[in-house]
């Protein structure tokens, strides 16, 4: 199966600092890339999607590197909402796309 | 729409027990993933279906595990038997399928084997 790396972390920060983490994927032929969001014991929700001209979503900004075959995320401002784990996704085609994750990055956020 | 929804949302069970979970996808989706969590291997795609035909099950761990998508609105995951190592939390997604699509997922069911 193809494979997507992570650091786990844990990312301590205080608030307000500026993170960012990167996540690498084996497969050149991923198509597309999101960065999804987990909550202790929640499901994984859409974070953003990450375009190869990298996009802003307020503090969150996704860039992507298809030649060195990396994604980032970078979060300013980091607010103690933002304490989760940050889980990096590349869909492949195997005919279909399929989703495959990375285990997680988690961010701690404290006063 | 409701959303994902699994059912049960805790499960404790004894090891050789059959163990039954149940996902009703977005209505309209056309892929249906089931997924397991652990610490050690973080979410793993077990199975997926599109429009109900299973297409990769090669994340299934072994024969004891099966899934089915009789129609469009439900599908299950069966352990038979269980054992203490197939304790994680198993979620089900759903998406319309493509390469920008987004995955909704459910709650997830935590499975507890003794």
């Known amino acids: 199966r193809k494979e997507v790396e992570q650091d786990p972390g844990p990312f301590n920060v205080p608030e307000g600092a500026t993170v960012a983490f990167n996540c690498t994927y084996s497969n050149s032929a991923s198509q597309s890339f999101f960065w999804y969001r987990q909550d202790c014991r929640k499901e994984p929700k859409l974070l953003m999607s990450v375009y190869s001209s990298g996009n802003e979503d307020g503090r969150f900004t996704a860039q992507l590197n298809r030649a060195s075959q990396y994604i980032s995320l970078l979060i300013r401002d980091s607010k103690l909402s933002d304490s989760a784990t940050y889980l990096c996704v590349v869909n492949w085609s195997g005919g279909s796309y399929i989703p495959t994750f990375g285990r997680g990055t988690s961010l701690i956020v404290h006063p | 729409d409701a959303g994902v929804i699994q059912s049960p949302r805790h499960e404790v069970t004894e090891m050789g027990q059959e163990v039954t979970l149940r996902c009703k996808p977005i209505s309209g989706h056309d892929y249906l993933f089931w997924y397991r969590q652990t610490m050690m291997r973080g979410l793993e795609l077990l199975i997926y279906?599109?429009?109900?035909?299973?297409?990769?099950d090669s994340g299934m761990p072994e024969d004891r595990f099966s899934a089915k998508m009789p129609n469009a609105s439900f599908s299950t995951l069966k352990i038979q038997p269980s054992e203490p190592r197939d304790s994680a939390v198993y979620f089900c997604?759903?998406?319309?399928?493509?390469?920008?699509?987004?995955?909704?997922f459910g709650s997830g069911t935590q499975l507890s084997v003794l």
């Open positions: 279906f599109n429009n109900n035909v299973p297409i990769d």
């Open positions: 997604a759903s998406s319309f399928g493509g390469a920008d699509e987004k995955l909704f």
